[in-house]
């Protein structure tokens, strides 16, 4: 049994953790819910000794422990798989699970025994991972299981998940909550965080609830549903469906022909057609790596095309780069926030006009405005609810879902005659996720052409007039989501 007892945690002015308690017991999976802030992340790297809290005792079993550092934990039994995976892509499997856990020199290191403890521990919950294999090569599933292991390999009795989920297919989803029902019924202890209330229902066995920094509630799993759980996380009643007009799209914004993007491992695109019209949302369904990301960022100006053409407005825009489209009126918001859509180590003002401080009123006569950019910056925090709203902290420092606000934020702001946008809603909360979808479907209404990629499927059928589906880098299926259902577009989807 884990148990943390009003853990208090400030970072200067931010209270992150206020009386947060909350008992884990043995054996169980126990979710910790809550909006994006409320400190989720920060509870449970100070049970895994990633912080030190500033006040509040932790104990396992009774007996209180000095949790100071990951060492201290990981001596405990606990083990974390962070929001955002800490391999390194070069290094194999093995290497980055013994990294750091062995005790002896680099030299003694004895590859071949890790790599048949690993194969070991692997075949035991059926995760199908190859020690030998590079990084590079594995998917995001495959990767989340390599966390899992390196947790597993230091003898962790309770691991601690921060929203595993976020990057998986629904595939890997299944996959991955077959783990860890395998791993409760070998006695092990799993928290996990996450913002999807149907997986907190699936797979957990109790339920604590965050906001603004405390624990404010704790369920049985069995005794709750998702109407409830989404009151107690944002204190007032949610729509969890997506409420919409029907679409009255005019003409064509973006037009695709025969587009050819190449990938990794050849064509990743291949001689794809399509159009998207002001005043509609075209959704692209599709498992991913088929060729979603190499198509975006195609059309964002991020990678070359090698055979086909785009149009924008009428205009051939093919080999554009991506400042010369932002200039011609289309936003991105990328998949990847931190490679692609922040700067983590500049502020809130820098990141709010990244890409476009060069225009006026931002910047005029090559100075930039400090005047405007404040301004503008307070709008996005305003709008879109980024908290907390210091516009003087690193980007960094925001939870997952606000630096997502922020981006969305600031794509919005352009008003975009094209938004390009990938997993809108990855990482973010139930509330946030409400607002988004309430935000994109205004955006529409307002005539801009909007192309939206999503791994969830119930986001893309929800919020798209027109459903494209995309498999191995060809558009198979080009379908109306309201008449056409979940099973049929995943049917083409998977080439079943
Ligand atoms: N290293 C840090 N420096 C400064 N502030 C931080 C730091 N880490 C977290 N915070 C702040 O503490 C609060 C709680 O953040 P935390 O990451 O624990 O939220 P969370 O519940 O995990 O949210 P999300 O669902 O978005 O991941 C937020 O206001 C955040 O901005
Ligand atoms: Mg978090």
Redesign the pocket.
């Known amino acids: 049994m884990l148990e943390l007892r009003n853990i208090r945690k400030a970072?200067?002015d931010?209270v992150?953790?206020e009386n947060v308690s909350l008992t884990v017991h043995t054996g169980t999976i126990h979710a910790i819910v809550?909006?994006?802030?409320?400190?989720?992340?920060?509870?449970m790297?100070i049970a895994y000794g990633f912080y030190n809290a500033d006040g509040g005792e932790i104990s396992i079993d009774g007996k209180p422990v000095n949790i100071r550092n990951p060492h201290d934990a990981i001596a405990n039994g606990i083990g974390m798989v962070h929001?955002h995976f800490m391999l390194v892509d070069t290094m194999t499997v093995a290497e980055n699970i013994v990294l750091g856990a062995e005790t002896g020199s680099a030299a003694a290191l004895d590859i071949e025994k890790a790599n048949a403890d690993i194969k070991t521990l692997s075949d035991d919950l059926k995760l199908n991972i190859d020690p030998r294999a590079v990084i590079e090569d594995l998917s995001v599933g495959q990767q989340q299981r390599v966390e899992l292991l390196k947790a597993l390999y230091r003898n962790a009795d309770l691991l601690i998940l921060?929203?595993p989920t976020a990057v998986l297919t629904p595939q890997e989803v299944e996959d991955f909550f077959s783990i860890l029902r395998r791993m409760k019924e070998q006695g092990k202890t799993v928290v996990i965080?996450t913002?999807k209330l149907d997986e907190v229902l699936a797979i957990s066995d109790e339920v604590t609830v965050?906001r603004d920094?405390k624990t404010v509630g704790n369920v049985r799993t069995a005794d709750t549903n998702a109407q409830e759980l989404a009151r107690l996380i944002v204190g007032r009643d949610v729509l969890l469906r997506v409420e919409k007009p029907d679409a009255s799209p005019t003409n064509d914004v973006l037009k695709v022909n025969g587009l050819k993007v190449r990938g990794k491992h050849g064509l990743a695109v291949n001689e794809v057609s399509f159009a998207v019209r002001a005043g509609e949302i075209v959704g692209i369904a599709g498992i991913e790596g088929n060729g979603q990301t190499e198509l975006i960022e195609a059309l964002a100006g991020l990678a070359k095309s090698s055979g086909g053409s785009i149009e924008f407005e009428g205009r051939e825009v093919t080999s554009r780069s991506a400042r010369e489209l932002k200039e011609l009126g289309i936003a991105h918001i990328p998949e990847d926030r931190h490679k692609r859509g922040l700067l983590l180590n500049s502020d809130l003002f820098e990141n709010a006009i990244l890409g476009v401080h060069y225009r006026a009123p931002l910047a005029s006569g090559g100075m930039l405005n400090s005047a405007a950019i404040e301004s503008r910056t307070r709008e996005i925090i305003k709008k879109f609810d980024v908290?907390?709203g210091d516009a003087t902290?690193v980007a960094?420092?925001?939870?997952?879902?606000?630096q997502q606000k922020l981006i969305i934020g600031r794509e919005f702001e352009l008003n975009p005659k094209l938004l390009l946008v990938s997993q809108p809603t990855r990482?973010v909360?139930i509330g946030a996720i409400e607002f988004i979808h309430r935000k994109l479907i205004e955006l529409r209404d307002s005539g801009s052409a909007v192309l939206l990629v999503s791994a969830e499927l119930e986001e893309v059928t929800a919020l798209a007039d027109r459903l494209l589906v995309i498999r191995e880098g060809k558009i198979v299926g080009d379908v109306d989501p309201k008449t056409t259902s979940v099973e049929e577009i995943g049917l083409m989807m998977t080439g079943g």
């Not at 809550?34 to 509870?43: C, D, F, L, M, R």
């Not at 960094?396 to 606000?402: E, M």
């Open positions: 970072f200067g931010c992150a953790n809550g909006e994006n802030g409320a400190g989720k992340s920060t509870a790297k929001q921060d929203e965080i913002h965050m920094g908290r907390p902290q960094r420092s925001l939870s997952g879902g606000n990482g909360d």
